[in-house]
């Protein structure tokens, strides 16, 4: 049978048994758990019963445009999951990534050493909560190492701007010896109390191993010969009893990641790499077009067409401004605001032929 909650007489919240005890009945369960799930659906938008994916940039526009998608910043080492096993489209959308069309075996694949984390839920930083752009009022700070974000309220006390150029949040130091241990001057330590950083300690005077006669320094340090001479601080036990750290690294700070050959299968055992590399420094392509006005790039491209496809280009150019135009007009005499979905709308009427 089915019943409407117009059906039903809600019972209160006191609800009391012939014995005068306090019973739930099964509707007032059921309504508890509505308002559970409507709360929680407010604070974390999402399904989680399904498991989180990841896509570059140029797939959420072409292939996501009418996704709610959350923006996770620079993931080091993943792979777009766009047409793939684990993100595939539904199959009136046309399943399948359209930038990879061509690659028929990618909906059986599987990024297999793509690493998920509560980012993918919209969550960052050790408290753990969902970022809302409109709500933050400090800055966040990235973990050169595990990408997170961090609040500097959750971090606590931060040396000056220009006496860092990359965090290491203080899981990571933990995690990974070849950071906690690190000997060198060109490091901060933030020293941890009550889950904040409660003071800033410059490293002490060390003195780094010269091996520049072992090998040729010219080479990416992941390429060099292994050295048997260890360049981590040998104070590990003092280092071990002081509370947690997180570390604050000045530009260079590369150099002195140990590279000696137990260093180094920790580094590859854990994907760690990066640390003994220089960083890819991306720069815009040049931009033929830069300081062309849109119509002059348009008739350019024109010219490039043979004069049959030029024709039919440009009529549907002018049908598409025409058909524009006119669902504008009524947002235009009424002073409505046009809204992103207004036009969303408008590329699914002009899609579906309507």
């Not at 014995?19 to 508890?32: I, K, P």
């Not at 933050?136 to 150029?165: A, F, K, R």
């Not at 390429?223 to 036990?237: E, Q, V």
Request: include cysteine; hydrophobic fraction near 35%; proline fraction near 4%.
């Amino acid at each position: 049978m089915d019943v409407t909650t117009s059906d039903l007489a809600l019972p209160s919240a006191s609800d009391i048994d012939e014995d005068g005890e306090e019973v739930v009945t099964a509707c007032s369960f059921l309504v508890a758990q509505a308002d559970l799930e409507r709360e929680a659906a407010e604070v974390l938008p999402g399904k989680f019963d399904e498991y989180p994916a990841g896509m570059c940039y140029s797939c959420s526009i072409e292939c996501h445009t009418g996704h709610e998608v959350i923006e996770l910043f620079t993931k080091r080492q993943f792979r777009c999951d766009c047409g793939t096993k684990r993100l595939l489209l539904p199959a009136e959308q046309g399943a399948g990534c359209r930038l990879k069309s061509a690659r028929t075996m990618l909906a059986t694949l599987e990024n297999a050493n793509n690493v998920y984390n509560h980012n993918f839920w919209g969550m960052y930083c050790s408290c753990d909560k969902f970022y809302v752009p409109e709500n933050e009022t400090g800055v966040m700070i990235q973990c050169y190492v595990c990408n997170d974000w961090y609040h500097d309220s959750c971090i606590g006390q931060l040396p000056s701007e220009d006496e860092y150029e990359d965090y290491v949040c203080r899981a990571c130091v933990s995690k990974h010896p070849v950071l906690r241990y690190i000997d060198s001057t060109m490091l901060r330590y933030g020293r941890v109390e009550d889950g904040q950083v409660s003071r800033i300690e410059p490293a002490t005077s060390a003195k780094v191993p010269d091996t520049s006669k072992e090998s040729n320094t010219d080479e990416p340090a992941s390429k060099r010969a292994r050295s048997s001479m260890c360049r981590l601080r040998r104070d590990t036990s003092a280092i071990d009893a002081q509370q947690p750290f997180d570390l604050f690294l000045a530009d260079g700070w590369k150099s002195h990641v140990c590279t000696c050959i137990d260093c180094m299968r920790e580094i590859e055992a854990n994907r760690l790499v990066f640390l003994v590399e220089e960083d890819e420094v991306v720069e815009p392509e040049d931009d033929e077009a830069l300081g062309e006005s849109l119509y002059e790039s348009a008739m350019k491209q024109l010219r490039t067409m043979d004069h049959t496809r030029a024709i039919d280009a440009a009529s549907a150019y002018h049908s598409l401004s025409s058909n524009l135009k006119d669902y504008l007009r009524p947002f235009a005499a009424s002073g409505k605001i046009v809204k992103p979905q207004d036009i969303q709308a408008f590329f699914e009427q002009q899609r579906s032929g309507h």
